[in-house]
């Protein structure tokens, strides 16, 4: 009777063993599931370089970041460009398979255009109201930069009509807080940035440190007053530096990514080891002439179309940094997880 006994308890706790052991994980199953799983990352890897390698992607390579000042009838500067000018400089940017980003979507590396595309910064400087007088029906002006950019966009399908502003506390002509709050939400609104030009356009080479953060952070503060928005890059009068280059980037009343400068050369992408955020080179728009023979627009872009290893061309994927294998060594660190190599 007890081997009975027994015998039933024995079955009974070799079936419930064995009932346990069926409800246990499938260890090949798993191990299966993760080759699986290996195999697809593999294999979707080695699809996203095919297609970087077969547009040359190159995201190491350099940004122009034009620089614009007014747009009038006649021009009385160099820094100034005609409608027609200005026109043809953003017709001569889509045939070259350029797209516009922003001032700060460069700098924080967001540049999320069209595989094979080239990235361009379209940048306006002090405010003026050729660059965006808005009717009594809240439409730009004819001739305007933005009612201009807006129609070459249009014409031209994958031509984003952003460009970055930086203001001064002119505020295209506006002195009233309700117009100027209405020019400057209409630009947020619209997908336009807003950047400090600081508020009385002074040369910050050898001011000091208050001196600095009064101009930045006050225009600031009112930039945030006016759009609920607080500017994250900025361009420096003249182009010039402050004795410390932080003291642009970081106040009380603000903290900028990105100083954009006024020099002569292309920008450096931001997943490269040479870009400083601190000290972004811009283009000044120009044709061949005395200086801008070699260092405006025209020059560099005729540069840049035929050394197109140079510039940057994208791979069409935000998520990844895609480039040519022996250009590894100029890669950030900090960007090594979103590295493609080909």
Known sequence: MRLGILGGVGLVAVAAIVSGCDSQPDTARIVDAKADAATKLKASKAAKVKAAASVKANELGQIPVLMFHRIVPKPTSTDDRSPQQFRADLERLVKDGYVP???????????????????????????SPSQLTLSEMGVPQKDTAVAILREVAAKNPGFRPVATFFVTRDMFGKSAREEQAQVLLWLKDNGFEIGNHTRDHLNLRGRTQKEVEEQIGSLAKQITSLTYTKPSTISLPYGNQPRKKEWAMRGKLYRHAGAFLAGYTPAPAPFSKSFDPTGIPRIKVMEKKGDCAQFCSVAWLDWLKKNPDMVYTSDGDVKTVAYPKFKGPYLRKTFSELSLPY
């Not at 700060?104 to 379209?122: F, N, Q």
């Open 101 to 127: 980003i922003t001032a700060a979507e460069m700098v924080s590396g967001k540049i999320d255009i069209p595989a094979g595309k080239h990235p361009v910064v379209l940048t306006f400087d002090d405010s």
